[in-house]
């Protein structure tokens, strides 16, 4: 009865056993398909791009002043009160237009008396004309007399003293010396109309009619804007790259963006306090956006290269030990060391390490190491 008991235990161990056998069979399958969804959920999500050739430049930024290309302060020639000032900041003028008047009142006084001047003056030359010439005839009908012993020597000489006194009188400059009185006169009175000299705007205005206008103060400033010039310093160790005539990009902020721009001045001789050299940008402006004073800053290109591979600057990591990218092979990326070149703010040169048409990490780079798994956002 014993034994019935033992054998019948054994009977019941042994399927315990064979399912406890089968349980870690099916455990260890179950950990193999949990451990192949953790391995796929380590590749590193990505952005990739292919490489191609572009063209790069390396740029470097000089400061500046916009400047009108022509700038005329407007100081009268005689002194007076303004009589008109027909324009005011900001009007816009031809070559000719009048900007001030000043009053002729008293000038037009002097020039009357100054024309009976003149009158007079040619008729006290017209009567020193007619006695030269009664005085030289009567000094010849002396001379003549003289020599038949008709007059005595002391007559002859007070003819001959007649005859040069008549003749300097005739000689004296009244009549001309009168005319350039009437000639001044009048060149003031043209004077006190101030005309525009260059066709612009009116970019200051000192004087209101009634007030006194001197002879060595500024009254107006005239500008021409319809082209501008940035005028800046340009350094030495960028002076052998900056050609007249040369195009450049200009950006003034408080205009709102970039211009197009030529070297138009370059000077061949550094400046004693800067120890740059002054350079002229020229630019068209024929919205007058570009206004004098604004801030500007030129863009001068330092080097260029055409054909070259280029990448986004931030898809290069570096290691400290050299720069590298990540580049695409299968389904895993290879960490490939690189040799650049020009770089600018958004794109680097690749002068060794990629080829045209390999495809390249430009997001997710910086989870990356070598031989990592990626999958391709």
């Known amino acids: 009865m014993v034994y019935n008991r033992v054998a019948g235990n054994r009977m019941v161990g ?26 796929e959920d380590k590749a590193v999500p990505v952005t990739v791009m292919e490489a191609k050739k572009d063209n790069i430049s390396a740029k470097t930024v000089i400061t500046g002043k916009v400047t009108p290309s022509s700038e005329v302060i407007i100081i009268p020639k005689i002194g007076g009160k303004a009589a008109r000032v027909p324009v005011d900041i900001g ?18 006084i002097q020039l009357s008396a100054a024309i009976n001047g003149l009158t007079n003056a040619k008729l006290t030359h017209d009567q020193a004309v007619l ?4 005085a030289k005839s009567n000094y010849e009908r002396m001379k003549s007399l003289f020599q038949e012993g008709a007059v005595s020597q002391q007559q ?16 004296q ?8 009185q009437v000639e001044s006169i009048r060149q003031q009175i043209a004077d006190a109309g101030i005309t525009s000299p260059i066709d612009g705007e009116i970019a200051t205005r000192q004087i209101d009619p009634g007030e006194m206008a001197g002879s060595s103060s500024p009254v107006m400033t005239v500008v021409n804007i319809d082209t501008v010039f940035v005028e800046a310093t340009v350094a030495e160790s960028d002076i052998a790259r900056v050609k007249e005539g040369q195009e450049v990009t200009v950006k003034v902020d408080a205009a709102g963006g970039s211009f197009s721009g030529k070297v138009k001045l370059l000077s061949p001789v550094a400046n004693a306090q800067t120890k740059g050299y002054p350079v002229k940008i020229e630019i068209d402006n024929p919205e007058h956006q570009l206004k004098p004073g604004m801030f500007a800053e030129i863009e ?7 054909g070259v591979v280029a990448v986004p ?14 580049v695409l092979q299968g389904s895993v990326v290879e960490q490939r060391q690189v040799e650049t070149g020009i770089e600018t703010d958004e794109m680097t040169e690749v002068v060794k390490g990629l080829e045209v048409g390999e495809k390249f990490i430009i997001e997710g780079q910086h989870k990356l190491a070598d031989k990592t798994k990626v999958t391709i956002k």
């Open 14 to 39: 042994l399927p315990v056993l064979l399912l406890a056998a089968l349980a870690l069979i099916l455990s260890a399958g179950c950990g193999s398909g949990d451990n192949s969804t953790a391995n």
């Open 91 to 108: 009007y816009k003028v031809k070559k000719g237009d009048l900007l001030l008047q000043i009053d002729t009142t008293d000038l037009e």
């Open 131 to 134: 006695n030269y010439n009664n």
């Open 156 to 171: 002859l000489e007070q003819a001959e003293l007649q005859y040069n006194l008549a003749k300097d009188a005739m000689n």
């Open 173 to 180: 400059p009244v009549a001309e010396t009168a005319m350039n």
């Open 300 to 306: 001068l290109v330092t080097k260029k290269r055409e």
């Open 313 to 326: 600057k931030e898809a290069i990591v570096d290691k400290g030990s050299g720069k590298v990218l990540y």
